[in-house]
């Protein structure tokens, strides 16, 4: 991303609550959506906008989102005076952890936000960003806005590990 040192991104809480309720609503397939926000120091995301998935072959294991929609993002996020900060996607009973295929088709500057979902419930969530075109993922941190009562880490339901 531009500008910011890029090591931590904030979340608004009710952002979390509606990745968590589109990742469940789309399982057992892969959910995804947009991270609306500021740039800054750390990215601010302060609203999500929920996109079907419009991978067709395996949306269980992949997901893509069409030119159109991406289009309407950015218009959505122009007119809401905000910037595209990156995509959010779930992964039906798997960790919160980038795979290749994730790798392949990320782009540098945007977050990558990735929520596990097992057996339809929401669980773990981990932000990842792209420092360079050749460069693998790189965890950073997510904070939660608590609303008047500053920022903390995200606490986590449950642990990362296993498949």
Do not use: K
């Amino acid at each position: 991303m531009t500008g910011g040192s890029n090591d931590a991104v904030m979340l608004e809480p009710d952002v979390l609550d509606d990745i968590r309720q589109a990742a469940a609503t789309a399982y057992p397939n892969e959910g995804c959506g947009a991270l609306l926000g500021e740039r800054g120091a750390a990215p601010h995301v302060s609203a999500t906008i929920p996109l079907s998935n419009a991978e067709t072959g395996s949306p269980r294991v992949r997901f893509s989102i069409s030119p159109r929609d991406y289009m309407n993002v950015e218009r959505e996020a122009e007119g809401r005076g905000l910037d595209l900060l990156g995509f959010w996607h779930s992964h039906p009973d798997h960790p919160a952890r980038p795979s290749e295929t994730d790798r392949e088709y990320a782009w540098v500057g945007l977050l990558t936000l990735i929520i596990s979902v097992r057996e339809g419930e929401a669980r773990d969530l981990g932000a990842f960003r792209i420092p360079g075109p050749d460069a693998p993922f790189e965890a950073i941190e997510i904070l939660e806005n608590r609303r008047g009562a500053g920022t903390a880490p995200l606490a986590l339901e449950t642990n990362q590990g296993g498949t």
